[in-house]
T-cell receptor, first 114, second 115 residues
Framework: DAGVTQSPTHLIKTRGQQVTLRCSPKSGHDTVSWYQQALGQGPQFIFQ???????QRGNFPDRFSGHQFPNYSSELNVNALLLGDSALYLC?????????????FGDGTRLSIL | AQSVAQPEDQVNVAEGNPLTVKCTYSVSGNPYLFWYVQYPNRGLQFLLKYITGDNLVKGSYGFEAEFNKSQTSFHLKKPSALVSDSALYFC?????????????FGAGTRLFVKA
């Protein structure tokens, strides 16, 4: 039973560039959430996708956008990268129609901005 | 607005001794509460959750947590710590009355268990 997989594991970009991160949810899950975890901090909610729609969004600028595909996989896009975007980006999947379910996390993509 | 506070950056305990990692929360309505653990260079792993019912919930690896509504707390406990329990622990809350979409995490508490 494959868990949540994220790619790439590491990425180095420069300011102003754009990046796309990818996530495949755990088998059977239909909901994907994205989080940003800066060094020494807890994960910060970016947004959640369910049925290919953004269902809820955290306090992140429009430079952060996403997409969910019919097979439930998801992408996180970040435009006009800033130094402060350097972080571990975590994807988490769950069953969207069932309240109170825990999330299953991937190991993340570590993004470094130079 | 939802929030989670983990008042201790680090907890130190000797192997074999009981451990407690503290968490308090603020949410409108009834909360869904979770504990996750993170090992170096890994994602978060689910330990346990409180949704409703018994205030004492049991989870993975011998961990348990007690929900206290009056104190808005959800402290993580284990009767006998292991060196392998050393990791970063996160408390999280989700509001049940908004459909439960957005999960808020605390800043984390690093647990160090000494042999």
């Amino acid at each position: 039973d494959a868990g949540v997989t994220q790619s790439p594991t590491h990425l180095i970009k420069t300011r102003g560039q754009q990046v796309t991160l990818r996530c495949s949810p755990k088998s059977g899950h239909d909901t994907v959430s994205w989080y940003q975890q800066a060094l020494g901090q807890g994960p910060q909610f970016i947004f959640q996708y369910y049925e290919e729609e953004e269902r809820q969004r955290g306090n992140f600028p429009d430079r952060f956008s996403g997409h969910q595909f019919p097979n439930y996989s998801s992408e996180l896009n970040v435009n006009a990268l800033l130094l402060g975007d350097s972080a571990l980006y975590l994807c988490a999947s769950s069953l969207g129609g069932v309240s109170g379910q825990p999330q299953h996390f991937g190991d993340g993509t570590r993004l470094s901005i130079l | 607005a939802q929030s989670v506070a983990q008042p201790e950056d680090q907890v130190n305990v000797a192997e074999g001794n009981p451990l407690t990692v503290k968490c308090t929360y603020s949410v409108s309505g009834n909360p869904y509460l979770f504990w996750y653990v993170q090992y170096p260079n890994r994602g978060l792993q689910f330990l346990l959750k409180y949704i409703t019912g018994d205030n004492l919930v049991k989870g993975s690896y011998g961990f348990e947590a007690e929900f206290n509504k009056s104190q808005t707390s959800f402290h993580l406990k284990k009767p006998s710590a292991l060196v392998s329990d050393s990791a970063l622990y996160f408390c999280a809350v989700r509001a049940s009355n908004t459909g439960g979409f957005k999960t808020i995490f605390g800043a984390g508490t690093r647990l160090f268990v000494k042999a």
